[in-house]
């Protein structure tokens, strides 16, 4: 009998988006990666998320959309790589035209009534059903694999950090004198609308130190509108809190969330981190809908504004809601829930 080799593949992923999506899209490169071992796999993404590349596992060339005129050499190297198949995540006009650019056999995205009618659904020959409004983000993700034949393939977020990063994590908490377990606080985002008052977080960071005894330690960014906040709830909470923001880097971050025994976060990178690992988090969301991006673990509670305990069923049509309806009270008592339970993850 002779021997079969499977022949060789070689893929395309377009990830435009923020940081968030392309840790949601992992699931679906490591399923690519099991089902096209030996396949050459190459990733488009945003320069604003290149700092998380190093730790997504499977991908042999990365090409950086930087919006400078340099980025037109990538895109002749682009137009050379003679790909099998193109999986355009993002679906917008630059994802579009960069997929026809691709000149893949198979140039697939997901259906859209409104996309039929554009310009841009030229650039594609295969549309896959997946209702990117009715779906979890790791689900659509992982719908457009259907055309390569994966089906049913693990929605685990797959993350892996480099040793660096974790020696980095630990040198700061050495630093800052934390050598037992923590909790991390991340009140920060890029979007000003997600923000929670300060006044609630110092009282849930007073809560903390008082009640359990856990070193309270905050994370962020080095944005002056994330730097503000901080400095507002350190200037509220009567205890003292460890302020690591803007002292890390994307995947030192992860390290630190990790590590943590718990986390307290609105809907932000560091949730998607969490959710890698297991670690128990408190997520509070607002102006977007968790249905499309709540993490999927046991150890995860959600808050939204206009409940009085945790989401417990998801609903694609939910409105916004304000963040200052989430109570401190429900905050806290979701901390309590999750800090009762034994820490049984391993690191």
Known sequence: MGVFFLPFVNILLLQLKRIG?????????????EKFPDASV???????????IPAIAGIDKVFEVRGKTDDALDWIALSLGKYDYCLDFTRNDRSAF???????????????????????????NEFVDAPVGLLHTIDYHLALLKPLGI????????????????????ELLRAAGVEADFVCFHPGSARPEKFWEP?????????????????????????????SQIGAIKKTAK???????GKTNLLALAALVRKARLLVTVDSAPMHFA????????????????????PRSECALVLLGGMDRPVTEFDPKQRATSM????TKAVIDAMEALLSAPAARAL
């Open 21 to 33: 999506d392309l840790i949601l899209t992992t699931p679906a490169i490591a399923a690519l990666r």
């Open 42 to 52: 190459s990733l488009v993404v945003s320069a604003t998320v290149k700092e998380l």
């Open 98 to 124: 960069l997929t026809f650019l691709s000149g893949a056999r198979q140039r697939i995205t997901a259906d859209h009534p409104l996309l039929r009618m554009k310009l841009r659904a030229r650039s594609y």
């Open 151 to 170: 089906e049913n393939a693990s929605r685990a977020i797959q993350l892996n950090l480099p040793e660096a990063t974790v020696t980095r994590a630990d």
């Open 199 to 227: 006044v609630r977080w110092a009282e849930v960071i007073d809560y903390c130190a008082r009640e359990t005894g856990f070193k309270c330690v905050l994370t962020g960014g080095r944005s002056a509108m994330e730097q």
């Open 239 to 245: 205890s003292d809190v460890i302020d690591l923001s």
């Open 275 to 294: 959710a890698a690992w297991d670690t128990p988090q408190v997520v509070l969301f607002g102006p977007t809908n968790p249905f499309h991006w709540h």
């Open 324 to 327: 200052n309806q989430i109570s």
